[in-house]
């Protein structure tokens, strides 16, 4: 049956991690009978384990409800998840431009936080409706009236309205349903136009293929029907048709202003850009949709396995994950510390740590990963511009011209209490001050200029931590600056070793050099004989440490005759030999390749 | 084949500081019960094993502290031995005690049922370390008691010294070691002391309120006892060991060269026939399983000829004679060299390791680093 357009709401939730969003959509499933709250796993959206453990979206889903409303009709609402961290702001993008509103949920303990409001931004800039929810009103500390000055202080919304809502026990759903098809626009009526469809997601079955999730913009898509990926050009023959419920369920077509699925047997998922436009292949709509563009990774690091033998293991893991994540790109690369490995590039921080855990998780490896860094802009003497991912490769000193990093322009809000920690932080990380702004009494909101490479480094864990976990951050790259940049190498006994090079500020440099052969120093273990670890910038040593030969290695005592008890010591020690990386003559432990991120423990 | 026999005494005064063996509180009715199982115990191995397995050539008592029980139960225990098992003639018999819980009487007692060596637990003779391990004697009570020992007509006695106790200096580690010559024992076991997690001087540590003796301290106690032992007449024969001329302990040998023994009592490690086995921990499970007749053992592991060979090489290779290598050959049909070839030529390239007269050994520079050895033959 073909919907009528008037009864169609898309929509999805914006919110801060936390702040209750997959219960909500919980709530909203059951409440429309989509699931019975005995079939519910809990938090049926976010679907991978590491989601549910971490309490984060990061593969988004959709899903269809239908509902009765007050007005006794039935209305189809397409809820559309968003992943609520920074790293994943341009999937955000792409599927808030799948809907006309937006349910914008609040903590009404906590307050609006910088992600939401750089979502809520990004929502009015899609000219999406959004109607407010203030989450978690049965709290004891909950304060939904300055919750709701503050929306309207910082985000301008008319708050008067706003749903006042406990999703854990379910208070406000049925509001918050009557809301969207009160307030949220149905879909706009378009022309008779050829078919145009936006690719908000993907992901990988073994069987059909990659499933695309779009939301039809005009015309419509069927089985059987050859369809056009406008920016890839790619053409394929789509076999199934469908939509969530939340499982896939096929239907015979989705036409404007529906949400959805296709599947078309497409092997690769590069083939299916999230932000493309899918067309028909016989009559081709003449523009795409609008916002596309290639996912660009910000942060690169090594990754290589403990046990080189391992590396035929890691290759086949990246490709089957790689399979599902077109974000994740990924080349072979050769350290010589290291061995074979992957250069691999993420979209952020989080993106690279969920990579890792699952790679360690799912797959069994166990491995070295080099300290993330950006992407530097060289240029060379020659004139040549280079981009370097891989602080190993940067020219010598010589032979460039200029180094530039990207900045960004970062958004920091903390209650008012916290804001002399918050600047003490960004003073120390090269940060430029640009706006402070009161939001309601108690919170400001700060803005700085600041390089990335100086939030990769350890900067969210400093910033949670100096404020008691009360600041939030938000991101956004602005482009390339020139800066004064120095490679930094670490010899270890003598050889450097590719593996632990950075790029640091020439001003930090022997404070950062200082730092990790420090840190060095207390991680690698005693050998037979001494161990020099240095930091070095070209030719000269900024600092230097010495790991101790070891001078006493033995078990005095044989208990009773307690041989298994020695044994499991001996075998104990052996295994923990087996995981360290041999270089030269040298064992290094996995951490050590980390510890340039760990300089704040020392 | 002859086995040696150890019998674990499960009871103390006051736990030590360092310790984490099994031993409780001194409670006359567990010691009562304790006898009781423990002789079901000897009579229960008595009653299974074959005669030829049944030869005694030591009896060792370890603990805990041996010396908390008193003589008439060492009558009990000796005497279930000698009747259930094959007492070889000049059979070692080893008694450790605590200086604190010994008095003439008691060693006369034990010198009549046969006990003919003593193992003395000194430790220390600065009154200060001994408070810092938690020990209940005193120096001078452990000089004492050496002069007891001596006087009911013991000829063979061990003392055994902790260094690298936090706080204590090379000087009062050389001054110990003095003192001990001047009581001139038979045989001088020093061990360096090892922090196991959860003792309570582990967490005294842990916490930062003392600090560990640092690895290079160490290192120059260990050698030091070495030189100093060694000039004054004592073979360091093993790693932590050092005895006059034909004083080495005969039952510790027994373990080092990887032959047969039969523990009892809880907690007791046994090696039988290919099987290495502990007895139950506590003492309630040990007395447990003994009145259900069936043996008091919590877990076993058979040990595959691969296991074998690997055992007696880094049990071997404690002593400072080292591996025979024909022995080895005659017991295996294999030759260690081959076995470990790469290791060996491995550790010797380091200097850790080499072989003389058929004999392969540690060197000086590998005693102390004889874990970096033994890894190498797991």
Same mark, same amino acid.
């Given at each position: 049956m073909e919907w009528k357009k008037e009864r169609i709401r898309n929509f999805c939730i914006i919110a801060h991690i936390d702040h209750g969003k997959s219960t909500l959509a919980d709530r909203l499933l059951e409440y429309t009978g989509a699931l019975h709250s005995r079939e519910m796993a809990d938090q049926v959206l976010d679907r991978m384990d590491l989601e549910r453990e971490r309490g984060i979206t990061i593969k988004m889903q959709a899903v269809?409800?239908?509902?009765?409303?007050?007005?006794?009709?039935?209305?189809?609402?397409?809820?559309?998840?968003?992943?609520?961290?920074?790293?994943?702001?341009?999937?955000?993008?792409?599927?808030?431009?799948?809907?006309?509103?937006?349910?914008? =949920?609040?903590?009404?303990?906590?307050?609006?936080?910088?992600?939401?409001?750089?979502?809520? &931004?990004?929502?009015?800039?899609?000219?999406?409706?959004?109607?407010?929810?203030?989450?978690k009103i049965d709290l004891p500390s909950a304060d939904p009236d300055e919750v709701k000055k503050e929306i309207e202080d910082v985000i301008g919304l008319d708050s008067a309205d706003a749903v006042l809502a406990s999703a854990k026990n379910g208070i406000g759903i049925k509001e918050i349903l009557e809301k969207i098809v009160e307030i949220i626009p149905p879909p706009s009526r378009p022309a008779d136009t050829p078919l145009r469809a936006l690719i908000f997601d993907s992901h990988y079955d073994p069987y059909k293929g990659v499933i695309a999730y779009i939301r039809v913009m005009g015309g419509s898509v069927r089985t059987g029907m050859r369809v056009r990926m406008m920016a890839t050009g790619k053409e394929f023959e789509v076999n199934e048709v469908?939509?969530?419920?939340?499982?896939?369920?096929?239907?015979?077509?989705?036409?404007?202003?529906? =949400?959805?699925?296709?599947?078309?047997?497409?092997?690769?998922?590069?083939?299916?850009?999230?932000?493309?436009?899918?067309?028909?292949?016989?009559?081709?709509?003449?523009?795409?949709?609008?916002? &596309?563009?290639?996912?660009?990774?910000? =942060?690169?690091?090594?990754?290589?396995?403990?046990?080189?033998?391992d590396y035929g293991d890691l290759r086949e893991a990246m490709e089957k994950l790689s399979l599902n994540d077109s974000s994740l790109i990924y080349e072979p690369e050769t350290s010589e510390a290291l061995g074979f490995g992957f250069r691999c590039g993420f979209l952020g921080l989080l993106h690279m740590e969920i990579i890792q855990e699952r790679l360690e998780r799912e797959y069994g490896l166990s491995l070295i990963t080099t300290a993330p860094n950006v992407v530097y802009r060289v240029t060379t003497t020659e004139g040549k511009v280079l981009l370097i991912e891989n602080p190993s490769k940067m020219p010598p000193a010589v032979e460039m011209e200029m180094i530039e990093e990207p900045y960004v322009t970062a958004t920091i809000m903390a209650p008012k209490d916290y804001?002399?920690?918050?600047?003490?932080?960004?003073?120390?990380?090269?940060?430029?001050?640009?706006?402070?702004?009161?939001?309601?009494?108690?919170?400001?909101?700060?803005?700085?200029?600041?390089?990335?490479?100086?939030?990769?480094?350890?900067?969210?864990?400093?910033?949670?931590?100096?404020?008691?976990?009360?600041?939030?951050?938000?991101?956004?790259?602005?482009? &390339?600056?020139?800066?004064?940049?120095?490679?930094?190498?670490?010899?270890?006994?003598?050889?450097?070793?590719?593996?632990?090079?950075?790029?640091?500020?020439?001003?930090?440099?022997?404070?950062?050099?200082?730092?990790?052969?420090?840190?060095?120093?207390?991680?690698?273990?005693?050998?037979?004989?001494?161990?020099?670890?240095?930091?070095?910038?070209?030719?000269?040593?900024?600092?230097r440490e010495t790991v101790k030969a070891v001078r006493k290695d033995v078990l005095a005592k044989c208990y009773g005759g307690d041989i298994s008890r020695k044994r499991k010591l001996l075998e104990k020690q052996k295994e923990g030999k087996k995981r360290m990386k041999q270089v030269g003559s040298v064992e290094i432990p996995q951490e050590a390749f980390m510890a340039v991120l760990g300089l704040g423990e020392v | 084949m002859s086995i040696g026999l150890y019998i674990h005494v499960p009871f103390c005064i006051k736990k030590c500081l360092?310790?984490?063996?099994?031993?409780?509180?001194?409670? %006359?009715?567990?010691?009562? %019960?304790?006898?009781?199982?423990?002789?079901?115990?000897? %009579?229960?191995?008595?009653?299974?094993?074959?005669?030829?397995?049944?030869?005694?050539?030591?009896?060792?008592?370890?603990?805990?502290?041996p010396t908390t029980l008193l003589v008439p139960s060492f009558k009990m225990i000796l005497t279930a031995v000698r009747s259930s098992f094959l007492v070889s003639p000049g059979c070692e018999i080893t008694v450790e005690a605590n200086p604190g819980t010994i008095n003439g009487a008691g060693l006369t007692g034990l010198r009549e049922l046969g006990v003919n060596r003593l193992s003395i637990g000194v430790q220390s003779f600065q009154d200060r370390l001994l408070q810092v391990l938690g020990r209940t004697h005193s120096g001078d009570q452990a000089i004492e008691a050496v002069q007891l020992a001596r006087k009911a007509g013991f000829d063979n006695l061990n003392l055994d010294f902790i260094f690298g106790i936090p706080g204590q200096t090379n000087y009062d580690w050389r001054e110990t070691l003095q003192q001990a010559v001047e009581i001139a024992p038979e045989h001088i076991a020093a061990y360096g002391l090892q922090l196991e997690e959860g003792t309570p001087l582990e967490q005294t540590v842990r916490r930062g309120a003392i600090s560990s003796c640092p690895e290079e301290m160490e290192a120059e106690m260990y050698q030091d006892a070495i030189v100093f032992?060694?000039?004054?007449?004592?073979?360091?024969?093993?790693?932590?060991?050092?005895?006059?001329?034909?004083?080495?302990?005969?039952?510790?040998?027994?373990?080092?060269?990887?032959?047969?023994?039969?523990?009892?009592?809880?907690?007791?490690?046994?090696?039988?026939?290919?099987?290495?086995?502990?007895?139950?921990?506590?003492?309630?499970?040990?007395?447990?399983?003994?009145?259900?007749?069936?043996?008091?053992?919590?877990?076993?592991?058979?040990?595959?000829?691969?296991?074998?060979?690997?055992?007696?090489?880094?049990?071997?290779?404690?002593?400072?004679?080292?591996?025979?290598?024909?022995?080895?050959?005659?017991?295996?049909?294999?030759?260690?060299?081959?076995?470990?070839?790469?290791?060996?030529?491995?550790?010797?390239?380091?200097?850790?390791?080499?072989?003389?007269?058929?004999?392969?050994?540690?060197?000086?520079?590998?005693?102390?680093?004889?874990?970096?050895?033994?890894?190498?033959?797991?």
């Open positions: 269809r409800l239908q509902y009765q409303a007050g007005d006794r009709l039935e209305y189809q609402l397409n809820l559309i998840d968003t992943p609520g961290h920074v790293d994943f702001s341009y999937e955000v993008s792409r599927s808030l431009a799948a809907c006309e509103g937006a349910l914008l =949920v609040v903590d009404a303990a906590q307050g609006i936080e910088a992600q939401t409001l750089a979502n809520v &931004y990004l929502a009015l800039e899609h000219n999406l409706e959004i109607i407010p929810v203030i989450n469908g939509i969530f419920k939340p499982s896939l369920t096929s239907i015979d077509a989705l036409h404007a202003g529906e =949400v959805g699925f296709i599947a078309a047997s497409i092997k690769n998922v590069q083939d299916c850009q999230v932000g493309d436009t899918v067309t028909a292949a016989a009559k081709p709509a003449v523009e795409p949709l609008p916002g &596309y563009r290639r996912a660009t990774p910000m =942060v690169y690091c090594g990754l290589y396995t403990a046990d080189t033998v804001v002399g920690a918050v600047m003490e932080l960004c003073q120390e990380r090269r940060c430029i001050f640009s706006n402070m702004e009161y939001m309601g009494l108690h919170r400001v909101m700060l803005t700085y200029d600041m390089p990335l490479s100086e939030i990769i480094y350890d900067f969210f864990d400093q910033l949670k931590s100096r404020t008691k976990g009360y600041a939030s951050l938000d991101y956004e790259v602005t482009g &390339y600056r020139q800066s004064d940049l120095v490679k930094l190498d670490i010899l270890i006994a003598g050889e450097a070793l590719d593996a632990l090079s950075i790029i640091v500020h020439k001003d930090n440099a022997y404070y950062r050099g200082r730092q990790l052969v420090e840190r060095l120093r207390s991680l690698i273990p005693r050998h037979l004989f001494e161990v020099p670890i240095q930091a070095s910038i070209g030719n000269k040593v900024i600092a | 360092y310790c984490d063996f099994t031993s409780y509180l001194l409670d %006359n009715e567990a010691v009562r %019960n304790y006898l009781v199982f423990l002789i079901k115990e000897i %009579n229960l191995y008595g009653s299974s094993l074959a005669d030829e397995d049944k030869i005694i050539t030591s009896i060792f008592f370890g603990g805990g502290t032992l060694t000039t004054q007449g004592y073979n360091h024969y093993e790693i932590s060991n050092f005895a006059q001329p034909g004083r080495e302990c005969a039952h510790n040998l027994i373990y080092w060269l990887n032959r047969p023994y039969l523990g009892l009592g809880p907690a007791a490690h046994s090696l039988i026939k290919g099987v290495r086995f502990a007895n139950d921990i506590s003492l309630d499970g040990y007395c447990d399983h003994l009145s259900r007749k069936e043996y008091p053992i919590g877990h076993s592991t058979h040990i595959t000829p691969a296991d074998e060979m690997s055992e007696t090489m880094f049990l071997g290779l404690r002593l400072t004679a080292g591996v025979d290598l024909n022995q080895f050959y005659q017991r295996f049909g294999r030759r260690a060299e081959e076995v470990y070839g790469s290791a060996i030529a491995d550790l010797d390239g380091k200097g850790l390791l080499e072989i003389s007269r058929g004999r392969l050994h540690l060197t000086a520079k590998g005693l102390p680093l004889a874990n970096v050895v033994f890894r190498e033959f797991i």
